[in-house]
T-cell receptor, first 112, second 111 residues
Framework: DTAVSQTPKYLVTQMGNDKSIKCEQN?????MYWYKQDSKKFLKIMFS???????INETVPNRFSPKSPDKAHLNLHINSLELGDSAVYFC???????????FGPGTRLTVT | DAKTTQPTSMDCAEGRAANLPCNHS???????VYWYRQIHSQGPQYIIH???NNETNEMASLIITEDRKSSTLILPHATLRDTAVYYC????????????FGKGTTLSVSS
């Protein structure tokens, strides 16, 4: 059973389009995150949610909007995609009282 | 910025112990030391964490110096599948805290 899953695994789209990446965890965790890994392989936090409430919102363009319909899901919607948005996006989750984060397999976004 | 310093790369022979060092001289009293690794193209994987005592689990051992300014991750019998980038991260042990990833150490295990 997959603990943290993401769809799609690969996403190729053109500049200006709007796209969404979905994340689901079946670990019963209360907190979920989005990280971005750029072409230089640096991993950076974008957002975190605890019990569907936004905790962390790093300096990310407001074209990026996370949405958490319930504790098991945290989706990432991106408007007006730009070339610089090309990266691998990782979803992660953790339990409320612990900081061990479990990561999904990643979504490789390519904007052309 | 990451609060840790790690060597850029290390090599290890298969079957030998891999000892990965990490300096975290500015660690505060209630911050933990976490280790994650990222195997090529996969999501980061949690390995182990500790506060001040040495810790061991099925994957690795973590040795933290008495002054807590440095630590060593030990993979007792490295295999080819342990080839990965290893990240040492200092963070508070509470949910919602962002992991600040540095450049990590690229460990290459060869036969």
């Amino acid at each position: 059973d997959t603990a943290v899953s993401q769809t799609p695994k690969y996403l190729v789209t053109q500049m200006g389009n709007d796209k969404s990446i979905k994340c689901e965890q079946n670990l019963g965790h209360d907190t979920m995150y989005w990280y971005k890994q750029d072409s230089k392989k640096f991993l950076k936090i974008m957002f975190s949610y605890n019990n569907k409430e936004l905790i962390i919102n790093e300096t990310v363009p407001n074209r990026f909007s996370p949405k958490s319909p319930d504790k098991a899901h945290l989706n990432l919607h991106i408007n007006s995609l730009e070339l610089g948005d090309s990266a691998v996006y990782f979803c992660a989750s953790s339990h409320t009282n612990r900081d061990e984060q479990y990561f999904g397999p990643g979504t490789r976004l390519t904007v052309t | 910025d990451a609060k840790t310093t790690q060597p850029t790369s290390m090599d290890c022979a298969e079957g030998r112990a891999a000892n990965l060092p990490c300096n975290h001289s500015t660690i505060s009293g209630n911050e933990y030391v976490y280790w994650y690794r990222q195997i090529h193209s996969q999501g980061p994987q949690y390995i182990i964490h500790g506060l001040k005592n040495n810790e061991t689990n099925e994957m690795a051992s973590l040795i933290i110096t008495e002054d807590r300014k440095s630590s060593t991750l030990i993979l007792p019998h490295a295999t080819l599948r342990d080839t990965a980038v290893y990240y040492c991260i200092v963070t508070f042990n509470q949910a919602g805290t962002a992991l600040i990833f540095g450049k990590g150490t690229t460990l290459s295990v060869s036969s």
